[in-house]
């Protein structure tokens, strides 16, 4: 009995020295299993359109079938960050092809809203909400030529859960009740906001059920007219006839003019894994500048949470977004240098400007030679993958509710220049701009893992966070996820804003005092953040075992499930 109470002494003394860890394996900071299954696999930021996907997949559809069927879903869930008012990327893995493809279903500017009006008005930006920011919604045409190209299913069969769940309703989930809170105070004197979120005067509470009938209706119309009845059809007429009713310049000209485009998804290689990400009018390159400039260092040895590393990827982060502000705009509009701003000699030139001991307060850009939101992903049997992000901005967008259609027109047109010679200044049909990016990482030819993290300019930092906790710090899929996280802000916009004080470094709970200290006397502005540091799902395809590997965090209401 002496001997047992010994031990028993002894591991307590063991528990209040080691760091904090809930679990018999893993990291020391709060993590869980990852979700494993052979059939298929789903991960999306909420629980019932991962469901969903689920459901497709066993009724004989594919990952892209899925993709379209949870990304439904969450536009009638997950009003907050989605939705059929906004614009879609994707990057698909096909199995039959072996090879990745990228979709761009980003809308247009007004083609009757000039420049020159809107300096006549004088705005120095263009603004958050109102009709002035509103672009074509790219969405549902992304969803047909995802379709068209790989689809499975009918979308008809596809559509029907997110109709059911509009019609018949759904409780409100913790997270997304309370952004449904605040974008509804901010935006419930905008038509239609409080008719369409706030039944009885209020938004929906946690738990409460909430019914969207005009976008089961939406919804309806497009599973049985296709994208025509969405850009041709009653609901572009209806977008048209509310837009000119309340000032706005989108019309129905805009919406029948709209198409996606099929791009080459552009990579570079991370330490032996090829990163993929979308070319511009979208970010995605920011996030292979980072890795490119980081790679010159032993980040390994530094360790994950060193003031060392969060010092050096921040600068690195940095040099990419001064880069990102001044080049990175519509191909068609702009040359974007995209093969020399991701090359490895470019990296290693920009790396030489980092001090290892100060953080810089500017960046330059670099010398170019001449020439709220959604993320989800699908797997499936036959090894399909789909990446794909989908978003309003700004969480609900622009506040523009299109009368009975129930959903919120986005407000991309903000993400605008207004500076003449920028490469994103504004002009009529073009593309702003975009924040949202998939991401998707291969090895030795094959596909690894389809992944995104949610959230404004956090997302290429936070892919690169993901990828370098994967690859340099050899944490899980789901510890990559939950790990602590580094949001940077203050860089240069593409707006034409200038970054001059260095910005703002905001750590995520789970850094080591001492190593703040350190980050303070180098320089750095650092400052504490409870939610800005994106919402994070993926799926890793294990080729030795034959199976997937799914993964969601705990930031947002998401789930990972599989079959």
């Known amino acids: 009995m002496r001997r047992f109470s010994s031990i028993l002494f002894f591991e307590m003394f063991l528990n209040l020295c080691l760091p904090a860890q809930d679990r018999v394996t893993g990291r020391d900071f709060a993590t869980r299993s990852e979700v494993i299954a052979q059939n298929g696999m789903a991960a999306t930021s909420q629980p019932l359109a991962t469901q969903v996907a689920l459901d497709i997949l066993k009724k004989g559809g594919n990952a892209i079938d899925a993709a379209i069927a949870a990304n ?16 879609l990327f994707a990057i698909i893995w096909s199995a039959e092809k072996k090879k990745l493809y990228g979709l761009n279903a980003s809308g247009r500017s007004p083609r009757s809203l000039k420049l020159e009006y809107l300096k006549s008005q004088g705005y120095e930006f263009i603004p958050s909400t109102g009709p002035l920011p509103v672009s074509v919604p790219g969405c549902v045409d992304g969803w047909f030529e995802m379709h068209d190209m790989f689809g499975r299913l009918a979308m008809r069969d596809i559509l029907q859960p997110a109709i059911t769940y509009a019609r018949d309703g759904f409780p409100v989930s913790e997270v997304i009740a309370y952004a449904l809170n605040i974008g509804t105070q901010s935006l419930k004197d905008f038509p239609n906001i409080k008719e369409t979120y706030m039944p009885g005067g209020k938004s929906p509470a946690k738990g409460e059920i909430f019914r969207n009938p005009g976008l089961a209706s939406t919804l309806d119309k497009i599973a049985k007219g296709g994208r025509n009845e969405f850009y041709r059809g009653s609901i572009a007429k209806a977008i048209d006839a509310f837009m000119k009713s309340h000032g706005g310049f989108l019309s129905y000209d805009d919406l029948s003019r709209h198409n996606s485009e ?97 953080a810089a307060k500017i960046y330059d850009p670099g010398k170019i030679e001449a020439g709220n939101t959604i993320y989800l992903t699908v797997a499936d049997k036959y090894g399909n993958m789909v990446s794909l992000i989908q978003s309003n901005y700004r969480g609900m967008g622009s506040g523009m509710c299109p009368t009975g259609l129930g959903f919120v027109l986005q407000d991309r047109g903000e993400m605008f220049s207004l500076d003449k010679g920028h490469a994103n200044v504004y002009a009529p049909g073009k593309r702003p701009f975009h924040t949202i ?21 956090m997302q290429p930092q936070g892919h690169a966070q993901i990828i370098i906790n994967l690859i340099d710090f050899r944490m899980n899929l789901q510890e990559a996820g939950d790990a602590p996280r580094i949001y940077h802000t203050g860089s240069s916009e593409p707006t034409g804003e200038l970054m ?64």
């Not at 439904?72 to 614009?87: H, R, S």
Request: glycine letters at 14%; charged letters at 20%.
């Open 72 to 87: 439904a879903v969450l536009g009638v869930v997950e009003p907050t960050g989605c939705g059929v008012g906004g614009d």
């Open 262 to 358: 099929w791009v080459e998804p552009v990579s570079s290689s991370y330490r032996g894994y090829d990163v993929w990400e979308l070319p511009p009018n979208g970010q995605g390159i920011a996030t292979i500048q980072i890795l490119n400039i980081l790679e010159g260092f032993n980040i390994e040895q530094m360790g994950f949470g060193s003031a060392e590393y969060i010092h050096m990827f921040t600068e690195a982060k940095k040099l990419a977004f001064e880069d990102r502000a001044k080049y990175y705009a519509d191909p068609r509009y702009s040359a974007t240098p995209v093969a020399q701003l991701i090359s490895k000699k470019y990296a290693a030139e920009r790396r030489k400007l980092i001090n290892p001991g100060r």
């Open 437 to 457: 990016i998939p991401g998707f990482i291969t090895r030795n030819g094959k596909p690894w893992i389809s992944f995104g993290v949610m959230g404004g300019d």
């Open 500 to 563: 001059t004080n260095g910005g703002i470094l905001c750590l995520e709970n789970g850094f080591r005092w001492e190593v703040i200290q350190k980050l303070l006397s180098m320089g750095h502005r650092v400052e504490w953040n409870l939610g800005g540091y994106g919402g994070y799902q993926a799926i890793m395809w294990d080729d030795r075992n034959k199976v997937w590997y799914g993964a969601s965090e705990s930031r947002k209401d998401g789930q990972a499930a599989g079959y």
